[in-house]
């Protein structure tokens, strides 16, 4: 079923689908982040069925998503201060945090981990399902494993209708880019994955902050990482993707022309207003998703752009890139992926 709940939640459909959710059926809803697609994750089989709709390899784990923070307890043990400190800090908001996992969080939700990775949304939509679905929501992102996260209905449908029971539409996602995710090792925040809770916000309230070296890292399938979900092939459309991300202006049009007449003109490029016409594109499109130091809106777009930009089936997609720091560094960290790691700078 489709619900629109754009302009306001109906009350009567969130019974519905908040029984749909404690029976252990899947349902869409916004978050404040990108969509999720949910299941009650206290109930294996159901989060079962996320992983099958997804096609999402079974040793990538789940974050749980609770009402508020006096749920934390229900879910987690052994609360250390540095934990406390963010969770006071940034939850509820794009922000999620690994902690020691208590049992009742099945094995298939954390992938065996001793480890739960829990966040509290401040999306509307996403706090009322979850407030009255009365359980934690295991919710990872609502697109096909590999592919960018969806952010909007449209884009949402086109991939995974009829896999799930209920499809909830809030309108376009607020941030567009996924939460930050941290562990705290001995004391010390560690970003796994950045977002628009950025490094430099989690440095002000603990004093200290490190970045996964991983971050900006292309990662062997092997390979032992922090977090599963850094391992894989990730963001990332059916056609080819390259990232160019020169400093000095001169330079980044250069090379993009450069690159445009090697495609034989078809391409298409996503990035900044300011440079659509200094481009000047013969034939393909030049999406220009934000202004040039808008990062806001940049990160908001880039998702449902680079779909946009695979539907059209250049030779190339082109991608301006960001500086990597502030919430640049969460839409680095995803371009990177999209293209598979073939930057220019
Ligand atoms: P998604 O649900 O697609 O937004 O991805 C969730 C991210 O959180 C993935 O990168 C997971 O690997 C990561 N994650 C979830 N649980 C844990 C955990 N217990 N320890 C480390 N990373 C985790
Ligand atoms: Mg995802």
């Given at each position: 079923?489709?619900?629109?709940?754009?302009?306001?939640?109906?009350?009567?459909?969130?019974?519905?689908?908040?029984?749909?959710?404690?029976?252990?059926?899947?349902?869409?809803?916004?978050?404040?982040?990108?969509?999720?697609?949910?299941?009650?994750?206290?109930?294996?089989?159901?989060?079962?069925k996320i992983f099958i709709a997804k096609g999402r390899p079974s040793d990538n784990p789940l974050i749980v998503h609770l009402a508020d923070r006096r749920k934390i307890s229900e879910v987690a043990?052994?609360?250390?201060?540095?934990?406390?400190?963010?969770?006071?800090?940034?939850?509820?908001?794009?922000?999620?945090?690994?902690?020691?996992?208590?049992?009742?969080?099945?094995?298939?939700?954390?992938?065996?981990?001793?480890?739960?990775?829990?966040?509290?949304?401040?999306?509307?939509?996403?706090?009322?399902?979850?407030?009255?679905?009365?359980?934690?929501?295991?919710?990872?992102?609502?697109?096909?494993?590999?592919?960018?996260?969806?952010?909007?209905?449209?884009?949402?449908?086109?991939?995974?209708?009829?896999?799930?029971?209920?499809?909830?539409?809030?309108?376009?996602?607020?941030?567009?880019?996924?939460?930050?995710?941290?562990?705290?090792?001995?004391?010390?925040?560690?970003?796994?994955?950045?977002?628009?809770?950025?490094?430099?916000?989690?440095?002000?309230?603990?004093?200290?902050?490190?970045?996964?070296?991983?971050?900006?890292?292309?990662?062997?399938?092997?390979?032992?990482?922090?977090?599963?979900?850094?391992?894989?092939?990730?963001?990332?459309?059916?056609?080819?993707?390259?990232?160019?991300?020169?400093?000095?202006?001169?330079?980044?049009?250069?090379?993009?022309?450069?690159?445009?007449?090697?495609?034989?003109?078809?391409?298409?490029?996503?990035?900044?207003?300011?440079?659509?016409?200094?481009?000047?594109?013969?034939?393909?499109?030049?999406?220009?998703?934000?202004?040039?130091?808008?990062?806001?809106?940049?990160?908001?777009?880039?998702?449902?752009?680079?779909?946009?930009?695979?539907?059209?089936?250049?030779?190339?997609?082109?991608?301006?890139?960001?500086?990597?720091?502030?919430?640049?560094?969460?839409?680095?960290?995803?371009?990177?992926?999209?293209?598979?790691?073939?930057?220019?700078?």
């Amino acid at each position: 079923m489709y619900y629109n709940w754009k302009e306001q939640t109906d009350t009567e459909e969130l019974k519905i689908v908040c029984n749909l959710i404690r029976n252990g059926e899947l349902v869409i809803f916004p978050t404040e982040t990108v969509y999720g697609i949910g299941a009650n994750a206290l109930d294996p089989v159901a989060v079962g069925k996320i992983f099958i709709a997804k096609g999402r390899p079974s040793d990538n784990p789940l974050i749980v998503h609770l009402a508020d923070r006096r749920k934390i307890s229900e879910v987690a043990d052994e609360i250390t201060e540095m934990e406390q400190i963010l969770i006071d800090n940034f939850m509820p908001g794009p922000f999620t945090i690994i902690l020691k996992r208590k049992p009742i969080i099945p094995d298939i939700v954390t992938a065996g981990l001793d480890t739960v990775a829990v966040r509290i949304p401040q999306n509307i939509i996403a706090k009322g399902i979850i407030t009255y679905a009365g359980v934690p929501v295991a919710a990872p992102s609502a697109n096909i494993s590999g592919k960018p996260s969806g952010t909007n209905i449209d884009d949402i449908r086109k991939e995974l209708e009829g896999k799930v029971s209920a499809i909830v539409d809030g309108g376009e996602t607020d941030i567009g880019i996924e939460s930050t995710v941290v562990k705290v090792v001995n004391e010390v925040p560690i970003i796994l994955r950045p977002g628009k809770i950025t490094a430099e916000q989690i440095k002000e309230v603990a004093g200290d902050v490190k970045i996964d070296s991983k971050v900006f890292a292309k990662i062997s399938s092997d390979e032992a990482v922090q977090s599963p979900g850094m391992k894989y092939k990730h963001y990332a459309p059916e056609t080819k993707c390259q990232l160019v991300s020169y400093l000095n202006e001169l330079d980044q049009i250069f090379y993009l022309k450069k690159l445009v007449k090697e495609y034989a003109d078809n391409v298409v490029i996503i990035g900044f207003e300011e440079h659509e016409e200094k481009i000047n594109l013969p034939y393909g499109k030049f999406l220009a998703i934000s202004k040039k130091d808008d990062l806001e809106e940049y990160g908001k777009r880039i998702f449902s752009a680079i779909r946009y930009a695979d539907s059209l089936k250049p030779n190339i997609i082109l991608i301006e890139g960001v500086k990597r720091q502030g919430f640049g560094m969460a839409i680095m960290n995803r371009l990177l992926r999209t293209c598979e790691f073939n930057i220019l700078e």
